[in-house]
């Protein structure tokens, strides 16, 4: 119940900080019988990896993580899962000067009035190298909602700064380093980061990410409910500053006949709920947006104080991700998948019998395979 | 840990259904000694209840809320403190053509789905009536965060429909039916929503709350941090689709030279963090701002199925809110003192003594008493 | 997660003191479908309300229930269920003597020096009528159990002072006013408590529990084993100092040989686990004893001191029961039920599909329906 | 909330089989600023570990704890602790021959039955090696509890098989392989147990663990009380049967005048409620007692089933303890410590501040440093 545990039934207790000897966590409530390999799982966290291209950080991780526990001759045995990613190029010298100064939208200063001290390398524990253990737990669920349930989880990057980015096919993701879903914006997206880079500056982005195969009726009212619950995971990432689902701000100046999403007996003709009514899933397509701060690490001189108080100049060179973004695709997913096996097993804890639930609406949904609406355009 | 309680150490567990009945809750973790009158509670439920204007549903709930335990000669005691709100303008039979029908944008198939059967009158569960026992608890944090720490936490409507509503004064909130901050502006928004009633239609609202007085060091990374717990609790909120900390969404196209807040001797120099960095409050003003969808109850005809699957047309007549907006904002105000409370408790609990923390940056705000950045222009 | 909630899924949340308005709790987790009437709670309630017989106190309360939300047209919808005993006997003045002595035995002085005050009107909050409230949840539960998965739990007093109780039927357990399964016996215990009552001074007793029915799987290894929280139910009732599952103490002078229980392809040959290995219920009968102090509210001498630490003599005229233990039977049935039905829903979350478990073991035991060992002889 | 979470607030969550490549687990909650060395763990994991005598399992492991995060600069810093112990020594072949075989008294039926399938090498997740991490975390917490609060938590064992063991002195614990309070007793314990272990058979214990100078006002009514959730903690140890606090089963056949402790203006004149009263801590020793089961893997034949309900002959050869009541008091103090760290960090973050708390009673206790009650005598 502190803060580094997520999940009611699936729960992921993280550890680790950005050079100390390891990050992990321990998955706990895997339900056994699910067949799991390392490959499984580094797949997953190689494409999160650092120093995949020019465009992130340079840190060069292998990310290559061990199974400790909870798996036996290849499936999951119920017990809890041991995972472990040794840290390998943790150069403490970078980080050394930042011990007495508050970097600016760093969490620094936060941690060091919450606890009254901090680890300072790399940030510590409020470094976004913690997120690797979520992708690796992630890995996990995704795989048993899918093989369950056939939940697919993907993500893309839907805006770059202030260049958008127009969704036109899942299979572009993974060719390119931007998880950006058009290859014919690939070379503008290079060049934008190019010249970013040269600047010393950062940006942020948009990630959407989107869950087709959901059954309806998972979500626990009246707190616990889906969207709020992804509104927990997601909001819970390094960086990231809103969130919507479906329609999201859009709804604002909606009307009502606009909105709410006629259904018929073919389906529903529209998705502005992003899959979610009352907290509970709809058996439409899940979608969650969210917009992820530019990075506070920068080349550029930035006003701040040190710990006395005084006032300092601080810029930050070595290794950083001009857009921390370019890597939250995995993350985002990961959280989902985090969130939907959560939900998974509550409702099979306390709701109907599954064999008995008969979905009276056909599951069609009106977003085909290719086309995830923009949720907020 | 099943979806109807909120928060880890101040708990409350709500109960109720919008024509059972009553609504009630339990507030478990209170702190002992705190006064609290009934006159306390039923302030806050009056700004939220029925009737009060033509722009809101005009069902008659007085919303009166009995106390059954948990304060003893005035003051609370430590032990849970019991709320009940008994329902006295239950028309069940405006809502008996809705047992078979699923209403387009409600929660009526998801809940059919989950359950195998639901309440369906005036919404049973999913119901916002519910929201009443959320400002009850609310009125009891936020008088112990205001009393133990200074903490005020307010909100107000900054945008209806396509209408923004420029923020100018805090006083002018409790003024007007819409908790506009905006004097002037409100004739503007009688008419907007007197045409609109007159059409049968319904619209969006976007809310913004704000906490000041917040101390630096609230908030449990790596997953309960404070903006994941805010995101969770205004998600949670009926009609809610997406959830914006500090800038928000603006921080897409911002660059890390425009986004992170310095710091100086004499404070920070802006806020797009909404107060919240790396999970943990900065001692900034908290700043969150929320969208609102258009009612899914209107007038006008829409497509749906019944529960046999057959096409219907479905339209509400009866008592409903053309704008559910109008009367979220205690709504929100009462989910971010539930948060708050909850991790001023989490941090006594774990964090430095108290006393110990001292701030080497002066609480000074940027943003004054009377200019609240809105938080997305 | 406050003190005040049992249960991770299936959670009852308790609230209300001995003399303030209403005790009662909310029910937050029930599987949709079952068919509940307030008599289904009533019925246990009166098993537990005081009155009943000279031998326990005499506060007249009928212990009335109300459900006030989460059942529609007789059954359980999924939503929380809120219960209502109102409190119509508390003669305040029975007990304003004791706001500034602390009663030996009792909970005054802990709970003043936890919370800084107390509520001193019949021991508040520590008052053992809030288990009245106990026995409301644990009638839904016990009814879920029995029609779900054919769980029957039954109760008995097996030791009033110094005189055990042989088991002789479950049949005379409901009988007599002791719950003891042995009519032959009630006579003595009758004159026991008359020499008793009139002596002033008050008594232990120990009760077992049994559920038979309770089929294999269910416990969450390591912490959350099914007897380790069975002891946290029962060691969490009013005046309880000892548990036992099994053999129980017995278990400490048998050799391997002896408390093992052997198995062969017609049962187990004994019951030495108390149903439960590893902390899995092994489809053998659940078996539990517990130890209940005598009451702390005696008419004879006591010496104490008062609140600024001065000696004082203490006696406690008024109604008490003079053994606890007498009314407990229900209360621990009630407890066991809440533990069962919290296990069976974790294990329909995370475990394997229900229909797939092929025991091979027959679910026979070798104690047959009338004769549970008594686990400590 | 999985069950191999233990703790609200201090949360240990632990993972590892008794044959898988390493044991651990993560502490999370722990408060910053605590001085940890991996020294503070390993002296208590070697008070645990096997091999230390002939009267314990020839296993050896050196239990060598690893610190991967958490830690900096030789002080806590409030983020989660992970802990590692690689198993060196598991010979698998030893295990084998019960992959289809139940062995009596074992888990592997019951796990068999919850999961569908087991780790059946060493009992796997079932087995008591899992304990060790039990001890490492708990070191963490009674550092703290001794640090921040002079509680000071001490065990021995009371009872082997039939022979009583009669408390003389806490130095001596330390000198024995069997924790015995009584250097006098230890020749005849070593006979009883090599007799024993001739035999092949195998014997039950009771163990004692008392801690001193826990202030009053720890728990949390109605449901998380001290005492229940002590028992929780001590029947969640592998082999545990029966627990008492204070009187234990002796109350059964106490009369209220004989039981409830009174008070004086010295402090109290006995201690029967073992320090806890309405499930909050008193300011007296608490203690509690345990039984513990004799080791079901014996070499003698035992009768059983295999997994096509088959009937078998089991004994098991290979290396056991044929008492594990032997080991267990180093792993009864650890689960006490981390109880009353969670109820500590829990009474911090509701209750008073601990500065106001002025106990009107002095804290000395009737109970002399070198004179336990034993608990049911």
Known sequence: MSGNTFGKLFCVTSFGESHGP????????CPPGLAIDVSDIQRELDRRKPGT???VTQRREPDEVEILSGVFEGVTTG????????????RSRDYGNIADTFRPGHADYAYEQKYGLRDYRGGGRSSARETAVRVAAGAIARKWLRERYGVVIRGYMAQLGEVEIPFVDWNEVDCNPFFAPNAAMVPQLE??????RKSGDSIGARIN???TGVPPGWGEPVYDRLDADIAHAMMGINAVKGIEIGAGFSSVAQRGTEHSDEMTPEGYVSNNAGGVLGGISTGQDVIVSMAIKPTSSIRLDRRSIDRSGKPVVVNTHGRHDPCVGIRATPIAEAMLALVLIDHALRQRAQGMDVNSQTPVIPRLSPDGEQ???????
Request: one cysteine or more; glycine letters at 8%; a negative charge.
């Open 371 to 377: 086309s995830p609406p923009a949720p907020t355009e």
């Open 209 to 211: 990410v989107v869950a």
């Open 79 to 90: 017990a809890p899962i041991g995972l472990l990613i040794r840290n390998t190029d943790q």
């Open 22 to 29: 390891a990050i992990g966590c321990v998955v706990d409530g």
């Open 53 to 55: 291209s020019r465009h």
């Open 191 to 196: 060049d934008y980061m190019d010249t970013l």
